[in-house]
């Protein structure tokens, strides 16, 4: 199957597909002009001014305190132990849609196939499973801090929403294999950071042993931003290419 | 019920007034607030769309009643507008869209419930069944679309299980029309529950058709396409049960109580102060618009406004889970399907609907590939996988 992800084709967005007619639009617009007065702060000044006025977007479910032991009651005291909830549960929220966008990204690698130096189907479903472990140490320590490892906390909907994007991409059918990495590079840099902080804040409030788990995670994520950025690379190189050379460049 | 719609006034039409600032400052929160605050911003969005439907079509062919339609109408739609817009905008249109399923459920099952007449009853509880599926469907798809857990909008209110399965559902269009009440016999509340249930299902065909074609995966555009020709089916079932032979003022008379009685309800429910405030300001706006086209109806007509509407209230929507309803009626009635006007067991469906059904799904079924082999477990069907495969020292699954 064709689908190189920069063919040469009839793109109408610019402005110069229509020198006759963009020349009347601009004069148009020119002549025109606004009808209020003021700039693009106007915007920034309502922006504000409902910022100032609404409400957070959630809070921080309190641990069940069923069946907890007192240590851990100890450790969820207090703001900070608020935080390490609500980033612990962010991180489970993003290492589960991870799982989801790498089996979607191994659907495009049936359908274009790889080139030499792109994603293995062994390679996707080794991290794909990675993923699923991550997601897995993550709900083991908020069950063993006394937290509900299903709630969405505040951290998790703001990560949510950030990343909205990935997977819409990763799952569009016009997107070929190589397109869909750079989605998968977006999630593992993500990853990464944030990873790293929450070793720091797991240091930092005392759980060592926990800081310790995370840090054998991170090593696994280093490795996956490693691949993912080798992968974009080498498909782009070879897409690049000309002539001869670009036989066997991804599609 | 302290409300006697026959005497309250509520707040005078040119006191009804509204900023944009105003419209759209509320917000529920996704995370924190009662499932059933987002049930109630959704049906009341529901009810307001088709109070400004209905009058748009009552416009178009009633020329006398043009300028009294256009004024309210105006205030409907803002009403409509601060509604809709409780809803945050980091409430995605996948997770709005188990919030419609999750009032769809519960309403209906409130509304079957309560009516009295029994062939309206059993619409209700046949057209409840099927979206029930539609939730299940919806649920698995959001789980392994976005790797989320669909109980974070329904919050444990409602079961996600499959129910009649919705690749049974499509009939053909003349086993989807009903027989309507008579508006001389009928219960008050059944014409203000027919009322309510065909205003929910409207919204939610009117949003699929719009926000269907906005998914890139193509199961998604799959499943949504064909759980809005569901959602058209069930528009026609249910505006099927209104007596076509009412006059257009009697049903806009009718329109305006099952407002108040809508809103009524939401106050009677809320927990969100904000919320409340909003419900209550509604009540008095509607009692407002029902005095308005009480006296034009009187005045119009020449009848009088207690021959068509109830005098008190009728019993409040129950806004809260009907789980043992909803599974008796799963175990009692899944099996049906409707011939005609008239409920059947599978087995004796007309013809003209199994060819209908084997022609639509003769590419396959998207709510079928959605959901194949789904369960729901709590924190995603992933969460079962993750602690099936466990975690070992190095972070790795062995």
New interface residues.
């Given amino acids: 199957m064709e689908r190189k992800a920069s063919e040469m084709g009839l793109n109408r967005t610019g402005i110069k597909t229509s020198p006759v007619e963009s020349a009347r639009e601009i004069e148009g617009a020119e002549k025109r002009g606004a009808t209020s007065l003021g700039d693009a702060s106007a915007i920034a000044r309502v922006r504000q001014e409902?910022a100032r006025?609404?409400?957070n977007?959630?809070?921080v479910p309190p641990p069940t305190p069923k069946g907890m032991v007192k240590a851990a009651v100890d450790l969820l005291k207090g703001g900070r132990a608020t935080v390490f909830i609500d980033k612990l549960g962010q991180r489970?929220?993003f290492e589960?849609?991870?799982?989801?966008?790498y089996e979607a990204a191994l659907s495009k690698l049936d359908v274009f196939g790889t080139w030499e130096g792109g994603p293995s189907r062994v390679e996707l479903e080794k991290i794909r499973?990675?993923e699923?472990?991550?997601?897995?140490?993550v709900?083991?320590t908020i069950e063993q801090l006394g937290g509900d490892?299903?709630?969405?906390?505040?951290a998790a909907?703001l990560q949510?929403?950030l990343s909205?994007g990935v997977?819409?991409?990763l799952?569009?059918?016009?997107v070929n294999l190589l397109q869909s990495l750079e989605g998968l590079l977006t999630a593992e840099l993500v990853d990464n950071a944030s990873w790293e902080l929450l070793i720091e804040l797991a240091q930092e409030l005392g759980h060592t042993k926990i800081a310790e788990?995370?840090q054998?995670?991170l090593?696994?994520e280093q490795e996956h931003l490693a691949l993912v950025r080798g992968w974009i690379s080498t498909g782009t190189m070879l897409e690049a290419r000309v002539g001869e050379e670009a036989a066997g460049a991804p599609v | 019920m302290g409300l006697d719609l026959l005497k309250e006034k509520g707040v005078p039409l040119d006191r009804q007034k509204f900023t944009w600032k105003d419209l759209t400052r509320r917000m529920i929160s996704k995370l924190d607030d009662d499932a059933f605050t987002r049930v109630r911003v959704i049906l009341m969005n529901g009810i307001e769309s088709e109070s400004v439907r209905f009058s748009h079509a009552c416009a178009r062919m009633n020329l006398d009643l043009r300028e009294p339609l256009a004024l309210i109408r105006r205030v409907e739609h803002f009403q409509q507008t601060l509604v809709n817009w409780l809803n945050p905008g980091n409430q995605s249109p996948l997770e709005t869209t188990l919030g419609y399923e999750q009032t769809a459920i519960e309403v209906t099952a409130s509304v079957a419930l309560h009516e009295p007449d029994p062939y309206l009853a059993q619409t209700y509880r046949f057209g409840m069944l099927e979206d029930f599926d539609h939730l299940y469907r919806y649920s698995a798809l959001y789980d392994r679309l976005t790797g989320k857990d669909p109980n974070s909008i329904v919050q444990s209110y409602t079961d996600i299980i499959p129910a009649r399965p919705t690749v049974l559902e499509h009939r053909h269009p003349l086993d989807d029309v009903r027989r309507p009440y008579a508006s001389r016999t009928a219960d008050p509340l059944s014409k203000l529950n027919a009322l309510t249930i065909v205003s929910a299902e409207n919204q939610v065909h009117t949003y699929y058709m719009n926000i269907g074609p906005q998914f890139t995966d193509p199961v998604a555009r799959m499943l949504y396409a064909e759980i809005a020709a569901i959602e058209e089916q069930h528009v026609t079932q249910y505006e099927a049960l209104c007596d076509p032979s009412e006059t257009w003022l009697e049903k806009w008379l009718l329109h305006e109580a099952n407002e108040v009685y809508n809103y009524y309800s939401c106050l009677q429910s809320e927990t969100n102060p904000v919320l409340k405030e909003v419900w209550q300001r509604f009540v008095d706006y509607e009692l407002g618009h029902l005095h308005y086209v009480k006296e034009l109806f009187q005045r119009v007509e020449g009848r009088d406004a207690a021959e068509v509407l109830p005098k008190a209230l009728p019993e409040p929507i129950g806004f809260h889970e009907h789980r043992q309803f909803v599974r008796k009626v799963l175990r009692d009635e899944e099996g049906l399907s409707a011939r005609g006007t008239e409920f059947v067991p599978r087995g004796e469906e007309a013809e003209r609907t199994l060819l209908y059904r084997e022609q639509l799904n003769a590419d396959g079924s998207p709510s079928d590939i959605a959901s194949a082999g789904y369960i729901w477990r709590p924190g995603t069907e992933l969460s079962v996988e993750a602690r099936r495969e466990g975690v070992v020292s190095e972070g790795r699954i062995q």
Avoid at chain 1, 96 to 101: E, K, P, Q, S
Avoid at chain 1, 171 to 174: A, C, E, L, R, S
Wanted: hydrophobic share 45%; charged share 25%.
């Fill in positions: 409902f006025e609404v409400g977007l959630g809070s489970a929220g589960r849609t991870g799982v989801r966008l499973l990675d699923l472990a991550h997601f897995a140490l709900v083991r490892a299903t709630a969405l906390t505040p909907e949510a929403n909205e997977p819409r991409m799952v569009d059918p016009h788990q995370f054998r995670a090593d696994a």
